[in-house]
């Protein structure tokens, strides 16, 4: 028995070595259906609009100017009351003031500059990371990293979210690690960790790359982050407490609702179980009124 077990294991490494390259190209496929179906699912046929982080940090800019503190729910909500929006503005006060050239725009001007500057960033990923691990099948490269891992690079675009800008950041710094220019790469780290605190956690690459001599310079660079966190507290007690407020409060009762849960492994479950959960809540329903009469 143990030996036609192992007999069959062989058979299909064998299989899945030999048509790897089907595999792969049937499960990019798949992610692709996932993917693309879920913005039909909640664009087209939904409410959700395009870009919708863009909006938040365009209202949030706005009111910024203006003298209105943009952090928490209700201000976004009163700003964007035309659409079915539930979302905060989640970054930093040093991100927000980045952020202020697009609250002097019109909505739709402030867009199209939002879309250019994502677009380059989102070439910028894929022309340094061709650089870095010298990839040859760039086209099929472009729909791994947009349509897999659960999806975050293709809603990152959708979305306008500033996090394509930060990992274009981010391949560049990784490019010039990798070319032991190592200086660029820190001052990247440090840039995308003013926006998004665990972006620290890439401190550590080049000590796994480089040895232990290069902790010297992590340290340097995340006590200079935490020094620009601290000034950011020191001169705007109240604005950077609403920031520290809002990223606990982020998702709101609403939120899973017109948002969903993603569009990866955790995603699908939630939409399966959702739809299981709303046909035996629609047949109970159905079952007690036929009791009832």
């Known amino acids: 028995m143990k030996l036609l077990v192992n007999n069959y294991i062989n058979y299909l490494k064998k299989i899945i070595i030999k048509n ?42 706005n009111k910024f100017i203006n003298g209105v503190n943009p952090y928490g729910g ?12 539930d979302l905060y503005f989640s ?36 022309f340094f990371l061709k650089k870095t691990f010298q990839i040859p099948k ?23 979210n500033i996090s394509v800008i930060l990992y274009a950041i981010l391949s560049i710094g990784i490019y010039y690690l990798i070319k032991k220019k190592k200086d660029i790469y820190y001052l990247s780290v440090f840039f995308i960790s003013l926006a998004k605190f665990p972006f620290l956690i890439f401190l550590l690459m080049p000590t796994f790359l480089y040895g232990y001599k290069e902790l010297k310079k992590s340290f340097f660079y995340l006590f200079l982050t935490l020094f620009i966190y601290y000034l950011q507290f020191y001169f705007n007690k109240e604005l950077f407490m609403s920031f520290i407020n809002s990223t606990k409060t982020y998702r709101s009762e609403g939120f899973l609702l017109i948002h969903g849960t993603g569009i990866g492994i955790h995603g699908i479950i939630d939409l399966y179980q959702n739809v299981i959960y709303e046909k035996t809540i629609y047949y109970i329903k159905l079952l007690c009124n036929c009791i009832k009469y």
């Not at 909500?77 to 659409?83: E, M, P």
């Not at 472009?142 to 675009?157: E, N, P, Q, R, Y």
């Open 91 to 126: 970054y930093p006060p040093i991100v927000l003031k980045f952020l202020s050239f697009l609250g002097y725009l019109q909505l739709n001007t402030a867009k199209i500059i939002w879309i250019i500057i994502i677009g380059i960033s989102f070439f910028t990923i894929i």
């Open 20 to 61: 790897e390259l089907k595999f792969l190209y049937f499960f990019l496929l798949l992610a692709v259906f996932n993917n693309v179906s879920h913005f039909i699912r909640k664009n087209l046929l939904g409410d959700r609009i395009d870009f919708w982080d863009f909006h938040v940090y365009w209202c949030s800019a």
């Open 138 to 160: 760039i086209i099929i490269f472009s729909f791994l990293l947009i349509f897999t891992g659960g999806g975050l690079v293709w809603s990152a675009l959708l979305a306008g």
């Open 74 to 85: 209700i201000t976004i909500k009163n700003c964007l009351s035309q659409f079915n929006f």
